[in-house]
Structure formats: C-alpha cells, structure tokens
C-alpha cells in the first residue's frame, strides 16, 4: 500500500530534466534572531508580544539559494509558501522582495507544529509540482530540524539535508554536507528536498525597488481545511523554563589546585 502512495504522488510530479523545474521555498516568521527570547508569567511558552520577527535565517538561505538557481537557468519559478497567520504575509512580501515569483500563505491561527506542516507543504507540492523543494535545516526558534525529512518521507522523495554546497545537473542534485569526520558528498535525483546549513551562502539584501514591486507579485492563500490537512496539534507543552545559569569561573593558580577543586566539587555533587 506505502508503494501505491508513493507512486501516486511521484506521477503528479513532471521530469525537472526537460525544462527549468520549479522550486518551493518554506519560509518561517520567527523572533529575529538578535532579541532575547523572553517567557511568559506563567511559563505556558515565549512572549513574543511587541517583538521584532523576521524570516527565519535558515530559511533566507535556502531562499537565497533557490533564487541563484534561477539565475543560473538551472531553476524556473520560485514559489515561497509560510504557515500561519495573517502577520506571515509581511515575511511572505519580504521574499518576494529578495526573489521569489510568488507567494502562499497557508493561513491558520494554530500553532503548527512540524508534522501538520510537512503535511501542509505535502498537499501544495501537489498542486505545485516543484522539481524542488529547498528549505532551512531548522528554526532558531524551536530547533526541530524535522520538517524537511518528515516532508520528503510523505512525498516519497529522495533527500539531501544540512547542505553546504549544491550543483544541479541533468535533473540530479550533488549535495555536499558537513559531517562529524569531513564531508560527505550525494547525488540524488529530483524532485528532492534539500535542507540548507549556514556554510552554503550569503543571503542578499533587499533593493528598496524590489520591496516596492514586491507588493505587486501574486501572493495566493490556502487553509490547511482546503488542503486536506488536519493540523491540530499533537504534542503538549507543559511548561517552559529558562536553562539553568551556568557557574562562575573559577582561576587557579596550577594543576594541583584544579585537582583539589575537582574533588571537592564531585563531593558536593
């Protein structure tokens, strides 16, 4: 049965080889990266009330990615897509500004959480027929790292994550990845799902011109309900606390000492 449904999905798909494939671009409206997160009273989760929110950076750079593709004529149409409220059409305009052809805003007040936007972005792919999906390895705001992986397991695609360097060629993606013992190189056919890490490039800025045409490019919006897709979540949050502060440094004067000290700290633990 697994296979029929990944056949299924893989027909819907045209081969990126004979022509520029299209490339979908996730993009998360985040806390910006240079605030400090602040909890609420009750611990029920992060104030984010009056804050500054930006894209996620991750996610700039597998925008920023997508969009050199394009310049190189490798890639056709960049097609960025958010999950949430209305206040993620500001970063869905901000990536049209920096490159994108096109915007989708999956609006939903619920707070999705990644299997519910694997799912989202598994019903677009659909209707979108990207040769490519490339997106951040994770969000800086709660590190998951799982919406990549769990969409390319729905999609029955092959999948490249943590990427460092990307070269397409005849309707192939050679992923370079930083590993634990050097770097590891794989080639895996498209349509794929790539995951990009921070090594892979240089996020642009946006021209002022960009940000004013931006707000002309066609930004359609869909409802999880319209898709298919339940999203309702499936995981609790009991409680959220800041981390424990860590211990002041102590100098000491030679080997001796830090042996003494590390005795006695054990005792006390």
């Known amino acids: 049965m697994k296979k029929d449904c990944i056949c299924a999905f893989s027909a819907a798909f045209p081969d990126p080889r004979r022509n520029a494939f299209k490339v979908l671009v996730p993009v998360k409206r985040v806390l910006d990266y240079s605030l400090r997160p602040v909890i609420k009273a009750d611990g029920s989760g992060m104030d984010l009330a009056g804050l500054k929110m930006s894209m996620n950076p991750f996610d700039e750079i597998a925008l920023e990615e997508a969009i050199r593709m394009k310049e190189s004529g490798k890639a056709g149409d960049i097609v960025a897509v958010s999950c949430g409220g209305n206040p993620c059409r500001e970063t869905l305009r901000m990536a049209l500004a920096l490159g994108a052809d096109r915007a989708v805003l999956i609006e939903t007040d619920l707070d999705v959480q990644p299997l519910g936007v694997a799912k989202l972005l598994a019903a677009l792919a659909?209707?979108?027929?990207?040769?490519?999906?490339?997106?951040?390895?994770?969000?800086?705001?709660?590190?998951?790292?799982?919406?990549?992986?769990?969409?390319?397991?729905?999609?029955?695609?092959?999948?490249?994550?943590?990427?460092?360097?990307?070269?397409?060629?005849?309707?192939?993606?050679?992923?370079?990845?930083?590993?634990?013992?050097?770097?590891?190189?794989?080639?895996?056919?498209?349509?794929?799902?790539?995951?990009?890490?921070?090594?892979?490039?240089e996020p642009r800025y946006a021209a002022l011109p960009n940000i004013l045409k931006a707000k002309q490019k066609p930004l359609d919006v869909f409802h999880p309900e319209g898709l298919g897709v339940d999203v309702t979540p499936r995981i609790t949050v009991l409680k959220t606390i800041e981390p424990p502060s860590r211990r002041a440094c102590i100098r000491v004067a030679d080997a001796a000492e830090l042996v003494r000290r590390l005795r006695e700290d054990a005792r006390v633990i």
């Open 126 to 201: 659909v209707k979108e027929s990207p040769g490519l999906v490339i997106c951040g390895k994770q969000a800086i705001d709660d590190d998951a790292g799982q919406v990549g992986p769990l969409l390319a397991g729905l999609l029955g695609w092959p999948q490249a994550t943590f990427a460092s360097k990307v070269i397409i060629k005849d309707g192939r993606a050679e992923v370079t990845r930083e590993i634990d013992g050097g770097l590891e190189t794989l080639e895996v056919r498209l349509p794929a799902v790539i995951t990009t890490d921070l090594r892979l490039n």
